[in-house]
């Protein structure tokens, strides 16, 4: 990501960094963590899939860890089974904290005292509705789940080791021996490794035979498990149930209780994607190109040289399924009576859309790598043709970015100045009429709907949201398609993704690289996802409290934005801990205020361009680092401090303001929904 001039390595520390910065070592590992044939040293593909498939295995094991430490909390010390016997009234929550030192002031101030008489940290992460989704019923069958996810946790590093040691040993045979002599009984497995590239069964068949699979025995489990449970049904007589409990259904819609869909709806899905995929999968192997090849020679890229176009490819897709994810757990919720907990579901919606903007970023950013580390002119046919039509692409990117700014930003403004000068009724208000059109036609008759009504406001927060949207792939695009050469720098591929920013003094070489790009695209991501939030989180505020006016009114005008939501919001948070005392919220108001000191950091680092304060802040460092117990930690003989480089500066700052932000918003949500 940055390009540091100090090049060494990090366990042999050189006379050739004296005088560099103290942090400049941390950057090359940040710059380089990404990038596996690098940083390992590798040269050939075969130890790339190693390591790739050993990370997959780690990756894993700490997801199953991490569930299992928020199964065990559950487990241990919360009140799933209380929960159970009342789900709309009860509060959740994620553990209690058992110190003798905590009283009821910090009781007051970690959880609602008018329900708790000890201190606990409430769960806003959605695994109650889960788990009794699923069919998690006592607190034994917890301690059970949590047993079996350290197991496979553990299996997963085992996996995860088996398979380097195993392929280290082949390599290192096929490296010694030929085909002849002893090292010939190894001939099976080299054709079976060619024998499987010849033929048909690749990635999609196996994918494909994969998700299918899963998806039938998910809705074994649904079948089997969840839904007699959610229907009462005692599970020790299975043999004796009626019949019903095990019925597929296709009724659609919520159902009224839980305000979830039904189980039976899901186990019929996942059946019918399940056997789909299995079929795709087969057909996949029998017919002659058929989806997957046309896939890949529609691109004609080689899936096993171009690692980082794969990713890019991959990461663009689960971002775009991340974001439904998102739009469909709170519409379409699966987990019963999770549309009851307002703050739950705010706090999903938020967390999946992050992730989903996070991950789309990085699809465009490693396309970029591709185009400057892989990309060959000339044998990419859709590729160069990109490439060559980039005029075309950016410059109509950029009127339709011009054209949503100046529109959407000019209403804003033209109706902030009426209600300014007491003259509301002359606003322009401009109805989404093809929206509700469509909606008409699935039978929104008002109220009664499941379907959101909507009005002007929805149509100015839309095209904000779309404006944000077109410059974020704008400045990406542009970045990318610009990485290789440009008229200002035509041999700028040598440069490889990010280099310094010299100024207008060494060649005016600020602002053009492909890292400065990511860097810029980075904050309008980041507004973009502050105003997906806001629209969302108002306009269901405004539902929720039966308050939906307030909404339709104060959303056609940028002040009540401010004012209305962001401003009467924040008051909760504000008189979390004041003269008076603390309460509930005042562990959030403490982290709303630190979450804007670093926001506010960032811009020290943005605008000081050179990294003033990070040089203060290493002259300090330097000072306390000739103690010996930190001296081996940052090695202070070879390091002297300096000033950040320009391109340091930034990607500091960039992390201050986008920690910042995310921070924020959490204690934010909780204090204006609770």
Not at 95 to 100: A, C, I, N, R, T
Not at 207 to 221: E, Y
Not at 525 to 533: C, E, K, Q, S, V
Not at 555 to 564: G, V
Request: proline share 3%.
């Amino acid at each position: 990501m940055v390009q540091i001039e100090c090049h060494y390595d990090s366990f042999i520390v050189t006379q050739l960094c004296n005088g560099r910065c103290a942090t400049g070592r941390y950057f090359q590992v940040l710059g380089s963590i990404h990038d596996i044939e690098s940083y390992f040293g590798i040269d050939n593909a075969w130890s790339v899939n190693v390591h790739i498939f050993l990370c997959h295995w780690g990756h894993l094991s700490v997801l199953f860890m991490w569930l299992s430490g928020n199964l065990y909390h559950i487990g241990w010390n919360a009140n799933y089974e209380l929960w159970l016997n009342n789900p709309i009234q009860s509060i959740p929550i994620a553990h209690g904290l058992w110190d003798p030192h905590f009283g009821l002031s910090a009781s007051e101030a970690y959880s609602v005292s008018a329900y708790y008489e000890y201190a606990v940290v409430l769960s806003y992460s959605g695994l109650y509705n889960w788990m009794t989704t699923v069919g998690f019923t006592s607190v034994f069958q917890i301690y059970n789940g949590v047993l079996l996810c350290e197991l496979v946790a553990v299996c997963s590093l085992l996996l995860g080791k088996m398979h380097l040691l195993l392929n280290e040993s082949l390599l290192q045979w096929f490296s010694k021996h030929s085909l002849s002599g002893i090292g010939s009984f190894l001939w099976p497995v080299r054709l079976g490794s060619v024998l499987i590239e010849a033929s048909t069964l690749r990635a999609n068949f196996h994918t494909g035979v994969l998700i299918g699979f899963t998806s039938l025995a998910w809705s074994g489990h649904l079948l089997h498990v969840a839904i007699p449970v959610s229907r009462s049904t005692n599970m020790t007589n299975m043999n004796i149930a009626p019949p019903q409990v095990y019925s597929l259904t296709l009724d659609g819609g919520l159902k009224s209780d839980t305000a979830s869909l039904y189980l039976s709806d899901i186990a019929h899905h996942h059946i019918a994607i399940g056997i789909l995929f299995v079929w795709l999968g087969h057909l996949y192997s029998s017919l002659y190109k058929a989806f997957g090849h046309r896939y890949r020679s529609l691109w004609n890229w080689n899936l096993q040289t171009s690692y980082t176009l794969t990713l890019a490819v991959s990461l663009a897709i689960v971002g775009t399924i991340t974001s439904v994810q998102a739009q469909h757990v709170y519409s379409l919720s699966p987990y019963f009576y999770l549309a009851y907990d307002y703050v739950t579901t705010v706090c999903l919606y938020v967390h999946h859309q992050t992730i989903a903007e996070f991950i789309m970023v990085a699809s465009c950013a490693h396309f970029t790598i591709y185009l400057g580390r892989d990309h060959l002119d000339g044998q990419q046919g859709y590729i160069d043709r990109i490439i060559g039509h980039k005029h075309a692409i950016l410059s109509h990117l950029s009127w339709v970015s011009l054209w949503l700014g100046f529109h959407t930003l000019g209403l804003y403004v033209h109706n902030d100045t009426l209600v300014a000068f007491g003259e509301p009724d002359k606003q322009i208000l401009i109805e989404p009429t093809n929206a509700q059109y469509i909606q008409s036609l699935l039978g929104n008759n008002g109220l009664g709907s499941s379907l959101l009504t909507l009005g002007a406001g929805d149509t100015y927060a839309h095209h904000a949201i779309a404006l944000g949207l077109h410059v974020t792939v704008l400045i990406l695009l542009k970045g990318a398609l610009t990485s290789r050469r440009s008229k200002l720098m035509p041999d700028k591929l040598s440069q490889q993704y990010g280099y310094a920013c010299d100024g207008p003094g060494r060649g005016g070489t600020c602002d053009i690289s492909a890292w400065d790009s990511f860097y810029l695209a980075i904050f309008w991501m980041l507004n973009t996802h502050a105003w997906i939030n806001f629209y969302f989180h108002w306009k269901h505020l405004t539902i929720w409290t039966a308050t939906v006016s307030q909404f339709d009114e104060g959303s056609l005008y940028l002040n009540a934005w401010f004012r209305d939501y962001l401003w009467f919001n924040s008051a909760p948070l504000i008189r979390g801990y004041d003269t008076f005392g603390s309460n509930d919220l005042s562990v959030w108001s403490w982290l709303f205020l630190g979450a804007h000191l670093c926001w506010a950091t960032g811009f020290m680092f943005l605008i000081s361009w050179r990294g003033y304060w990070q040089e203060l802040i290493d002259i300090i460092l330097y000072m306390h680092l000739k103690t010996p117990i930190l001296y081996d930690l940052w090695y202070a003989g070879f390091y002297t401090p300096v000033a950040l480089s320009i391109v340091q500066a930034r990607f500091i700052g960039l992390v201050h303001f986008a920690s910042g932000l995310i921070l924020t918003y959490p204690p934010f949500v909780i204090g204006a929904t609770t």
